[in-house]
């Protein structure tokens, strides 16, 4: 089974994965810019997410072996590898296991720590949508308020509709799956993981995912670390502020 992905440009390969509950297409914008500078851009989707296959088994392992795969599939070595929150896990793990296909990693606003579960109000709005009854975008997003206060992350969560037929919506996300599995999302990085490449965590100035004391872990795992934080940004770095997100990016991978 191969992951969906859109491949954007030529040059260097630079592969981006998306967030829980996220999808390739979140990272669109910011995809051309990095193919504008020169890279061949892969926006992957991860298992169970956007176009790529469902699977009723979901864990880092799989999704860095997924990766693996893909990159084999394409013929893709020295990458530079851009994970976003559990994007971000499974580039971790993927650079650790497979350190010889990573040249550059960067991780955005996550740390290789143990995360709580903590979509539960999400999952149970996503699951109590009413597919039977809803005929647009607004109806979903109107459901979802009841659940979801943040418009922004409302917004965030219907990217995952689409028409299954004519007048018909659904959710592209394996819901089921995901829901069973979500303890997974938060799981540590093993503690013997470890990537000696050059290293960018950004994070957002308005996130707690990665705190001061994450600094001790990240180095233990990352031993050519930098950490840098991005302004007026919360956990969506990229998305809320990204010409200092693409700035920070590019200076480092240049």
């Known amino acids: 089974m191969q992951l969906h992905s859109n491949i954007i440009g ?104 143990f995360y709580p579960i903590h979509h539960d109000a999400i999952l149970e709005g996503l699951a109590n949508l009413d597919f039977n009854t809803l005929k647009t975008r607004g109806e979903a997003e109107e459901q979802l308020s009841n659940y979801v206060s943040d418009y922004g992350t409302r917004l965030f969560l219907l990217k995952n509709l689409y028409w299954v037929e004519k007048g018909v919506l659904g959710l592209r996300i394996n819901l089921d799956v995901l829901t069973k599995n979500v303890s997974e999302v938060g799981e540590v990085l093993p503690i013997h993981s470890k990537f000696e490449g050059e290293t960018l965590f950004l994070k957002g100035d308005k996130s707690e995912y990665i705190a001061a004391q994450d600094e001790a872990i990240i180095k233990a795992h990352f031993t050519n670390a930098k950490i840098e934080t991005i302004a007026n940004a919360g956990h969506w770095l990229h998305a809320e502020n990204p010409k200092d997100f693409y700035n920070a990016v590019i200076n480092f991978v240049y």
């Open 10 to 113: 030529e040059g260097k390969p630079f592969i981006i994965l998306h967030g829980f509950l996220g999808m390739s297409d979140n990272w669109k914008t910011l995809g051309k810019e990095f193919a504008k500078a020169g890279f061949q851009v892969h926006l992957v989707d991860q298992r169970n997410h956007g176009r790529s296959f469902h699977s009723d088994n979901f864990n880092y392992d799989l999704l860095s072996q997924d990766l693996k795969d893909y990159c084999d599939t394409h013929n893709l070595k020295d990458i530079v590898l851009l994970g976003h929150s559990m994007g971000g896990k499974t580039a971790m793990l993927f650079s650790s296991q497979f350190p010889d296909y990573v040249s550059k990693l960067i991780i955005a606003d996550i740390s290789p720590r």
